[in-house]
């Protein structure tokens, strides 16, 4: 026994009263592949499942097991390691204690993937979000599920030292990520909780460990950027956690990515006052480029619009160079890009792109038809005529698509298309647009494609009286799935003049997403053609009822927070920085809170209450108890009296 629950409440969670069946798989006769089955009841069912899915998906990110829940059925099946299994049996448990009540977690609840936060009991309700809106996106972010575990009645008294226990299940990255998200959100509501008496703190460790550096206030805003933008170009330039409590800055990853986070912010900061002259030397997280001087201006973009856009999109850190020297100024000025190797590239295929449509050839004029040897490098392919507006799409949509699918980074710079990545990821970039240019000249057949020699495709034969329907008007219907599946799909005619349509990515399960989405279209119009009823392409959550909208943060409203919600939802947090006079709600870091989570808490309504359409209610009463009087046309109304004004 690896774990224990206690379910504090007067209704336990129904089962069909059999404990979860382990059982030897089969498959390729591995004896170390387990099937772990737990029989449920619909409303379990429908919470496992959650939102569209959505809480058995993240069941299955945090803890590596497959979960299976066929159509109609009962039994879930847990597919993995026992390790895996362990922990995806445990999580399933938690969320249908969830149902019924509270859930009690002990020390052997731990399986070595559970942090526990001290949440002080009045920032319970701001924590949590509305019906588990703000944990549902720390969740996300970091790769977690977590669960307040306790509960201490209606008769105690709310101060600092009543808390709540959050439990925070996943990996040792994750889990970091998510409580320092946690105590940033505590922070905001208890100015000084967790950081008063902090001091900065630099760890010797080389493995994952956490560093934290002070900063003055106001200093925070321009180390915070819009909307939290320059925080987050800094940790994914740094490949560090970065997160910000009150004043304090939580650099969170191995010895390396915590030194980078450090220097960054620290260049961020000097930037203040200007260019700034960095020692770049020896260091391998660094890429140089030189910009023409005239070419400068329409690289910066304006108030720095266009390195930010390419910084948000790759995931980089670039500063200008400071120059200082005594004669006349340089030509070309320097521009120095931090992060990754693979996003450094990105950026400066980019930029080189953008320099090339300010000075046209200043950057092709040496290029030619390459193919690289090395294993990390660039290809070069020279369009011929008409071939690049036709492989960039509509607003680059089509360069975009065959990019995500074949896993590859690939740049347009005046007429020549470079991929840039390892050795197989740029095989597959050439051949996807070589297969996507061979469209404009007539049907592709499939002998030319040679599937046994590619892994990364998938072939689905169309029935011919479906194929117009799955292709869509102007490929349309293609075109989404593609969107939504980040792959790349085409047509092909055997022999005999049969459809196949083949689906082509690097990631297997982005092909079999494809795959599933295509093969259910197709069922359903065969069925619609047949006579047979159509199910209308419902998936399994759609089969619980009322539960199917269920996940395992609804309940959090009634059962648990809902005497929380009243006292922290109605007030000024709605509104995020308020205006109302006093301000009691206010802290000096709240604004900083809201920039970046804001939007997950809820929206204040604006305007009078209005009756329901449609609804049987005495108008002239309504009129009356909520000051309306007959509207006015806009613009004919004079003075600010009542009935005068503009009823918009």
């Known amino acids: 026994i690896f774990f224990r629950f206690v379910f504090m409440s007067k209704e336990q969670p ?175 509501k208890l100015p000084g909780h967790g950081t008063k008496d902090m001091e900065d703190h630099e760890s010797e460790s080389e493995g994952l460990a956490t560093d934290t550096l002070r900063l003055p206030m106001e200093e925070i805003s321009w180390a915070l950027g819009k909307n939290g933008a320059t925080k987050r170009k800094l940790a994914r330039a740094s490949e560090c956690i970065v997160e910000y409590v009150g004043s304090v800055v939580f650099m969170c990853g191995t010895k390396k990515q915590r030194r980078a986070a450090k220097e960054y912010l620290q260049w961020i900061m000097q930037r203040l006052g200007g260019p700034v002259d960095l020692n770049y030397a020896g260091r391998d997280d660094v890429s140089l480029i030189s910009i023409p001087q005239e070419a400068v201006g329409y690289v910066t973009g304006v108030k720095r619009s266009t390195l930010s856009r390419i910084e948000d999109d790759w995931g980089v850190f670039m500063l200008f160079m400071d120059q200082k020297t005594e004669g006349k100024r340089d030509d070309d000025e320097q521009l120095i890009i931090f992060g990754p190797r693979r996003a450094r590239r990105g950026a400066e295929l980019k930029i080189m792109s953008t320099i090339e449509g300010k000075c046209p050839g200043c950057v092709t004029k040496d290029l030619e038809d390459t193919i690289s040897d090395d294993d990390w490098g660039t290809d070069v392919y020279r369009f011929k005529e008409h071939e690049q507006s036709y492989a960039l799409g509509k607003e680059g949509t089509t360069k975009r698509k065959i990019a995500r699918a074949a896993a590859c980074i690939i740049e347009y710079v005046g007429d020549y298309a470079l991929f840039a990545g390892n050795r197989a990821e740029r095989g597959r970039g050439r051949r996807y647009l070589d297969w996507l240019l061979r469209q404009r000249s007539g049907t592709i057949y499939l002998d030319d494609i040679q599937m046994e020699d590619h892994a990364d495709v998938h072939r689905i034969p169309l029935p011919s009286d479906t194929l117009s329907e799955v292709v869509g008007v102007k490929g349309s219907g293609l075109r989404a799935i593609e969107e939504e599946t980040h792959t790349f799909l085409f047509m092909v005619r055997d022999k005999t003049g049969n459809g196949h349509l083949l689906i082509c990515a690097a990631d297997i399960a982005n092909r079999r997403r494809a795959e599933s989405q295509i093969q259910s279209f197709i069922h359903e119009k065969s069925n619609t053609r047949s006579g047979r009823p159509d199910r209308g392409g419902y998936s399994n959550w759609d089969d619980w009822g009322d539960w199917a909208d269920y996940d395992y943060y609804d309940d959090y409203d009634y059962s648990r927070y809902g005497k929380y919600r009243g006292k922290y939802y109605e007030g000024d947090y709605k509104r995020g920085p308020s205006t109302s006079k006093g301000g009691k709600h206010h802290s000096p870091h709240y604004e900083q809170w809201y920039q970046e989570y804001g939007k997950h808490m809820p929206q204040q309504s604006k305007g009078r209450d209005k009756p329901p359409e449609d609804a049987d209610y005495d108008r002239s009463a309504f009129e009356k108890s909520n000051k309306i009087s007959d509207p006015v046309p806009v613009g004919k109304g004079k003075g600010k009296g009542k009935g005068k004004g503009d009823m918009r």
């Open 14 to 188: 129904k089962t069909s009263g059999k404990a979860s069946e382990t059982e030897k798989s089969r498959k390729d006769g591995d004896a170390s592949d387990e099937i772990t089955r737990l029989p449920l009841v619909d409303a379990d069912a429908a919470f496992i499942l959650g939102r569209g899915g959505k809480t058995k998906d993240k069941i299955a990110r945090v803890s590596g097991a497959k979960l299976g829940l066929p159509h109609g059925s009962l039994t879930l099946k847990i597919e993995g390691t026992p390790e895996q299994r362990r922990r995806a049996l445990k999580y399933c448990k938690c969320v249908m204690a969830q149902r019924v009540g509270p859930v009690r977690i002990d020390e052997s609840s731990d399986d070595g993937d559970l942090t526990i936060v001290d949440v002080p009991q009045e920032c319970a309700g701001f924590v949590t979000g509305t019906s588990g809106s703000f944990l549902r996106h720390v969740e996300d972010e970091h790769r977690t599920i977590m669960f307040f575990t306790g509960y201490q009645g209606k008769d105690h008294v709310k101060d600092n030292d009543v808390v709540e226990k959050l439990a925070i299940f996943g990996a040792d990255r994750g889990r970091i990520g998510s409580k320092v998200k946690v105590l940033a959100a505590i922070e905001s």
